[in-house]
C-alpha cells in the first residue's frame, strides 16, 4: 500500500523555469492538499481539492496552479519558478469524515525539496 | 482566521526525561480537532496524537499526552521518559469542525526536539 507517493523527491529549478511536482494517491481519499514548508512558518496551505474538478485556494497561493482531473493525482504546477518558492512541498489526503468525526486524519507523502537558483 | 502558535523553536531533553512542548492556538470556533505531528529528519509527516475540541478528557498515546486547555486556548504535548528516536520537529495543527476533512490544516511553526543521550 504505498499511500500518497509525491515526485520528484529532490529538484533544483532555474528562474523563470516550470515544473510540476506530482503527487499520487492509492486510498481513494476524496481530499487533497499542498503545503509548503519554511523554516521557522511550519507548513502553509496553498492550494486543495475536495474532489476531481473542485478546487480552492490556501493561505499562499500565489504563484502555483493546481487542476484535479481524477481522483487519485492532484499535481502542483508552477509556471515561472522564483528564488521565493524554494521549500519543501508537501501533498496530503483525506477522506470526509461526516460518519466518522474521527477518523479524518491526514496522510502525508514524503515531500519534494524544491530549489530555484 | 485561525492560527497556531508555537513559541518554543528548539527544546532538548536527557534521555529517559519528560519535556513539554507548548501550543497555543486562536480561533472564534468552538468545535475543533488539534493534532501534534512528529517530522523526523526523513521528512516523513507522522501523526502523534490528536484531541477533539468536545472532548473534555485529554488524549493520551503510550508515552505521548496531552493537556488541553481549552479555555486557555492551549495544547501542550508531553512526552514522558523520553527516547532517542522521538528527536524531530513537533509541529501543533488545527483543523476546524466545520469541514469534513482534512484537507486545511493550521500548522504551527514547529519546535525542534533534541535528546540528549
Known amino acids: 500500500n504505498a499511500g500518497v507517493t509525491q515526485t520528484p523527491k529532490f529538484q533544483v529549478l532555474k528562474t523563470g523555469q516550470s515544473m510540476t511536482l506530482q503527487c499520487a494517491q492509492d486510498?481513494?481519499?476524496?481530499?487533497m492538499s499542498w503545503y509548503r514548508q519554511d523554516p521557522g512558518m511550519g507548513l502553509r496551505l496553498i492550494h486543495y481539492s475536495v474532489g476531481a474538478g473542485i478546487t480552492d485556494q490556501g493561505e499562499v497561493p500565489n504563484g502555483y496552479n493546481v487542476s484535479r482531473s481524477t481522483t487519485e493525482d492532484f499535481p502542483l504546477r508552477l509556471l515561472s519558478a522564483a528564488p521565493s518558492q524554494t521549500s519543501v512541498y508537501f501533498c496530503?489526503?483525506?477522506?470526509?469524515?461526516?460518519?466518522?468525526?474521527?477518523?479524518?486524519?491526514?496522510?502525508f507523502g514524503q515531500g519534494t525539496r524544491l530549489t530555484v537558483v | 482566521a485561525q492560527t497556531v502558535t508555537q513559541s518554543q523553536p528548539e527544546m532538548s531533553v536527557q534521555e529517559a526525561e519528560t519535556v513539554t512542548l507548548s501550543c497555543t492556538y486562536d480561533t472564534s470556533e468552538s468545535d475543533y480537532y488539534l493534532f501534534w505531528y512528529k517530522q523526523p529528519p526523513s521528512r516523513q509527516m507522522i501523526l502523534v496524537i490528536r484531541?477533539?475540541?468536545?472532548?473534555?478528557q485529554n488524549a493520551t498515546e503510550n508515552r505521548f499526552s496531552v493537556n488541553f486547555q481549552k479555555a486557555a486556548k492551549s495544547f501542550s504535548l508531553k512526552i514522558s521518559d523520553s527516547q532517542l528516536g522521538d528527536a524531530a520537529m513537533y509541529f501543533c495543527?488545527?483543523?476546524?469542525?466545520?469541514?469534513?476533512?482534512?484537507?486545511?490544516?493550521?500548522f504551527g511553526q514547529g519546535t525542534r526536539l533534541t535528546i540528549n543521550p
Open positions: 486510498m481513494n481519499h476524496e481530499y
Open positions: 495543527a488545527y483543523r476546524s469542525a466545520k469541514v469534513w476533512g482534512a484537507q486545511k490544516l493550521v
Open positions: 496530503a489526503s483525506s477522506r470526509p469524515g461526516f460518519r466518522d468525526r474521527v477518523n479524518t486524519e491526514a496522510f
Open positions: 484531541q477533539e475540541a468536545y472532548k473534555q
